[in-house]
């Protein structure tokens, strides 16, 4: 008795009894495919913010000012801007930092924006011309703030896209103006979409020229103090490289001798990806929790199927004794017909998971990704149950006394 | 699973592996006793009994004189209380379950009253399982239960299931499947019990000739013009020889 002929006989088996064998997989069927569709979601989500994260800058660091001491008092967290327009420029040195891709600082300020009868509040984001690759950001319309832009301190803006929607309605806002605190700005351009991050709709805000929005918005004689100044690493790969530079070229400029008197914080979008993978936590629970009892019950379903098949087939467990067959073999054969069981609903499952993944991909916001590894796992979950639960029926298969068992009826 | 099975073709009755003057069975003081809670049932009391190679032998006796016990334990699916069993020269007493299916499967081939094919197979993959079990290779499994099965005139007959075979066609499939590995030993056990009359002399002829071919036949029966038909009748009472 080889192998092949054991599942040959098993699959005669559950061939003779088809409609008692689907019955019987059913449980595993249904548990199989949630645990597919379980692991769709999550993976479509992960590839979702993945996704986000690349347009939104994924290998991006967030410089941000930290605690400022002033006359032998500490104060809070951000209480001061030490970070200065200097520092982001000495971040663009390639021989000091050769893995900082791009350099964009960032003043931000809430503001009222207005058109005519119209008015948004918004916030209102002054940066250089390098925001926009840094921040993996592209143009609906228009051309964004240049470098002249910036030297000249022009009255310029380029609009997210909700925030163009807000005040212009349908019609193109390249060309018009908004007035910011009483001074009218051009538009020049518009964003294109991004959506959000966890925390704000990257969608609505208005870009303004660093020097403009220093001098305008902010006012005062610090005019070359910034919020914040994102840094790009040249590649995903070397985000921890670009954050050591970082964080040398701002320690060196800042005299900062100890990490506990830093007055700057690096952090990285890594954060969010905790925060943004917000799948449907409570469809994920009901699947796992679906899935995990039909499995169980699925393996009882087996283990029964398998002891009636025991207790039917008691003359041919007695004649395959008689005509040689050993208990070791007779238990493999049980064992074997049962891990089919388990394979016949495993793989009818993963039909009915990815059939119930295109089918949920009309409904729900979520992605659903397939993955062929996770398929090969769960095929291999119910193969395990199958034998798991045949264990025992094919034990008692093994011990029969030959002569009992063909004197039965 | 051992392959002892050497012989290519069935049809070839062989001699008996050890030596011709080894005889097929030999049972000396066979006891068995059947315990059921406290009672005791002496099933066999003291049976000595020497068939030689070729014999063609009837057990003869009426329900409960021993009959279905001593065909256990020729048959290997029994081994006595006490006493000694040699089958074809090896001592059946001392081995274990294992060993027991394996020599069932080399030594003895079973003809049952109720045929015991199974339902789903077809003929030919019916007379093959004892040689699966025999781990004889899928390719020579397959010649070697084509010959069984043309030996017993069902040739034209291999992928017919057993639901679309008359009585006595069965029997003989089953008969097939009790030769195909070329067994010292062919045990039936009331053959005929489940055939009329025509197919009854099918079967019965069929064993004339495997005896006449040089084959070692035992039947056991409780008909006395079935048990004529052997060469030699053992007449068993209350589980002894009578």
Redesign the interface.
């Known amino acids: 008795?080889?192998w092949?002929?054991l599942f040959h006989t098993g699959w005669?088996?559950i061939?003779?009894h088809k409609l008692r064998s689907m019955l019987t997989s059913l449980g595993i069927l249904i548990g199989i495919a949630a645990v597919v569709l379980t692991v769709g979601l999550g993976q479509g989500a992960q590839q979702k913010v993945s996704k986000q994260l690349a347009a939104l800058g994924g290998n991006l660091l967030i410089v941000t000012p930290g605690s400022s001491t002033s006359g032998g008092v500490r104060g809070g967290l951000g209480s001061a801007s030490t970070l200065t327009l200097a520092d982001a420029t000495a971040l663009t040195s390639k021989t000091a930092a050769p893995d900082v891709g791009g350099v964009a600082p960032v003043l931000q300020r809430s503001e009222s924006l207005v058109n005519g009868s119209t008015n948004w509040t918004t916030t209102v984001v002054g940066t250089t011309a390098s925001w926009l690759p840094v921040r993996g950001r592209t143009l609906a319309s228009g051309r964004f703030i240049s470098a002249a832009d910036e030297s000249s301190g022009a009255a310029v803006t380029v609009l997210a896209s909700d925030t163009a929607a807000e005040l212009f309605g349908p019609l193109d806002p390249v060309g018009q103006s908004v007035t910011i605190n009483g001074v009218p700005y051009q538009v020049i351009g518009v964003l294109t979409s991004a959506g959000s991050d966890s925390t704000t709709n990257l969608d609505d805000q208005a870009i303004l020229p660093f020097s403009t929005a220093s001098q305008r918005l902010v006012g005062g004689t610090d005019r070359t103090s910034v919020g914040t100044i994102y840094v790009k690493a040249v590649s995903d790969g070397r985000l921890s490289a670009a954050y050591q530079e970082t964080n040398a070229i701002l320690g060196y400029r800042h005299a900062i001798t100890s990490s506990s008197t830093s007055d700057f914080t690096i952090t990285t979008q890594q954060s969010l990806i905790s925060t943004t993978s917000s799948v449907d936590k409570t469809l994920t629970n009901l699947l796992i929790g679906i899935a995990a009892l039909s499995l169980l019950v699925g393996g009882i379903g087996v283990m029964n199927i398998m002891l009636v098949s025991v207790k039917e087939r008691t003359?041919?467990i007695?004649?395959?004794?008689?005509?040689?067959?050993?208990?070791?073999?007779i238990r493999r054969q049980f064992l074997s017909e049962a891990s089919m069981l388990g394979l016949t609903g495993g793989l009818l499952g993963v039909a009915l998971g990815v059939g119930g993944a295109v089918v949920l991909r009309h409904f729900i916001s979520n992605p659903i990704a397939i993955s062929v590894p996770w398929v090969l796992i769960a095929i291999g979950v119910a193969i395990t149950i199958g034998i798991g639960f045949g264990v025992y029926p094919a034990a008692r298969a093994a011990r029969l006394s030959?002569?009992d068992a063909?004197r039965s009826e | 699973?051992g392959s002892a099975l050497t012989a290519d073709a069935p049809t070839q009755p062989s001699q008996p592996s050890p030596a011709r003057s080894t005889p097929v069975i030999e049972l000396a003081g066979v006891h068995k006793v059947y315990r059921t809670g406290s009672l005791e049932v002496e099933a066999l009391r003291g049976i000595s009994l020497t068939i030689s190679q070729g014999e063609y032998v009837a057990v003869m006796g009426p329900s409960g004189s021993g009959k279905s016990t001593l065909m256990?334990i020729l048959?290997c699916?029994?081994v006595p209380t006490s006493g000694m069993y040699w089958l074809a020269g090896e001592d059946v007493g001392v081995m274990d379950?294992?060993e027991l299916?394996?020599i069932?499967?080399?030594r003895v081939g079973?003809v049952?009253q109720?045929f015991?094919l199974?339902p789903?197979?077809t003929a030919l993959r019916n007379v093959e399982?004892?040689l699966?079990?025999?781990?004889v290779p899928?390719e020579r499994r397959r010649r070697q239960a084509t010959a069984a099965l043309e030996r017993v005139g069902l040739g034209d007959r291999l992928a017919h299931r057993p639901g679309e075979l008359s009585g006595g066609q069965q029997q003989r499939v089953a008969v097939a499947?009790a030769l195909v590995t070329d067994p010292a030993l062919l045990l039936a056990d009331e053959p005929t019990g489940n055939l009329d009359s025509s197919a009854s002399e099918e079967v019965l002829s069929l064993f004339g000739e495997l005896h006449r071919q040089g084959r070692t036949v035992v039947l056991i029966t409780h008909e006395a013009d079935i048990a004529r038909r052997a060469q030699r009748i053992v007449r068993l009472r209350d589980g002894a020889i009578a």
């Open positions: 008795m080889t092949a002929d005669d088996a061939r003779t003359r041919e007695g004649l395959r004794k008689a005509l040689g067959g050993t208990p070791a073999l030959p002569i063909l | 699973m256990h048959g699916l029994d379950e294992i299916a394996e069932r499967n080399r079973f049952f109720q015991n199974l789903s197979l399982m004892p699966a079990y025999g781990g899928r499947r």
